[in-house]
C-alpha cells in the first residue's frame, strides 16, 4: 500500500494536496473538503479527470480506516482513563475499556474463529403430488379439508 502522503507529494495542485492530507485525518470527504477549502464537488470532479489523484485518494482512506483501527485497538485494549466523581468532586480516574470494539477487532483479525455463526434450517413436507408444500398450502389443504367434512 503507497502512503497518501507519498503519493500527494505527486500531486502539484496545493488544494488537491491539502485535500489528500486532510482526508488521510479524518475519513470523511464533507470534512476533509472544509478543511481544504473545497467544495465537495469538486473533489469529485478531480476523481473524474485524474487518475493519480484517484489512487492518492485510496491511499488516504487506507490510512484514515488504519487510524480508525488504531483508535479502536487503543480503547479496547490500553482503555481510556474516565474521572470518577463523589458527591461532585473529581476524586480519581478509572481505566474503562470497550468489549464492543473488541469483539470487533478479533471478528476482523480472526474471522475464521469469531464470525457469527448462524444456522438456517428449513422444514419441507412432500406433498403426495411428489412437490413439496409450504406451510401456507399445507394450512390452506387442512382449511378446505375441514370445510369439506362441516359440509357434507
Given at each position: 500500500?503507497?502512503?497518501?502522503?507519498?503519493?500527494?507529494?505527486?500531486?502539484?495542485?496545493?488544494?488537491?494536496?491539502?485535500?489528500?492530507s486532510?482526508?488521510?485525518?479524518?475519513?470523511?470527504?464533507?470534512?476533509?473538503?472544509?478543511?481544504?477549502?473545497?467544495?465537495?464537488?469538486?473533489?469529485?470532479?478531480?476523481?473524474?479527470?485524474?487518475?493519480?489523484?484517484?489512487?492518492?485518494?485510496?491511499?488516504?482512506?487506507?490510512?484514515?480506516?488504519e487510524?480508525?483501527?488504531?483508535?479502536?485497538?487503543?480503547?479496547?485494549?490500553?482503555?481510556?482513563?474516565?474521572?470518577?466523581?463523589?458527591?461532585?468532586?473529581?476524586?480519581?480516574?478509572?481505566?474503562?475499556?470497550?468489549?464492543?470494539?473488541?469483539?470487533?477487532?478479533?471478528?476482523?483479525?480472526?474471522?475464521e474463529?469469531?464470525?457469527?455463526?448462524?444456522?438456517?434450517e428449513v422444514?419441507?413436507?412432500?406433498?403426495?403430488?411428489?412437490?413439496?408444500?409450504?406451510?401456507?398450502?399445507?394450512?390452506?389443504?387442512?382449511?378446505?379439508?375441514?370445510?369439506?367434512?362441516?359440509?357434507?
Open positions: 500500500m503507497e502512503d497518501s502522503i507519498a503519493l500527494s507529494n505527486e500531486i502539484k495542485h496545493p488544494k488537491k494536496r491539502a485535500f489528500i486532510a482526508y488521510a485525518e479524518c475519513g470523511t470527504i464533507t470534512r476533509a473538503a472544509e478543511i481544504a477549502n473545497i467544495e465537495r464537488c469538486t473533489h469529485y470532479a478531480w476523481m473524474k479527470d485524474d487518475p493519480d489523484y484517484v489512487k492518492a485518494c485510496e491511499a488516504a482512506y487506507e490510512q484514515a480506516g487510524r480508525l483501527e488504531e483508535e479502536a485497538r487503543r480503547r479496547a485494549v490500553d482503555g481510556v482513563e474516565k474521572p470518577v466523581f463523589y458527591q461532585g468532586k473529581k476524586c480519581g480516574v478509572v481505566n474503562e475499556y470497550s468489549d464492543t470494539l473488541l469483539i470487533f477487532l478479533l471478528k476482523g483479525a480472526k474471522p474463529k469469531y464470525k457469527e455463526r448462524i444456522s438456517n422444514s419441507v413436507i412432500p406433498s403426495a403430488a411428489g412437490g413439496v408444500n409450504t406451510l401456507k398450502q399445507l394450512k390452506e389443504q387442512r382449511e378446505e379439508e375441514e370445510w369439506e367434512e362441516l359440509t357434507r
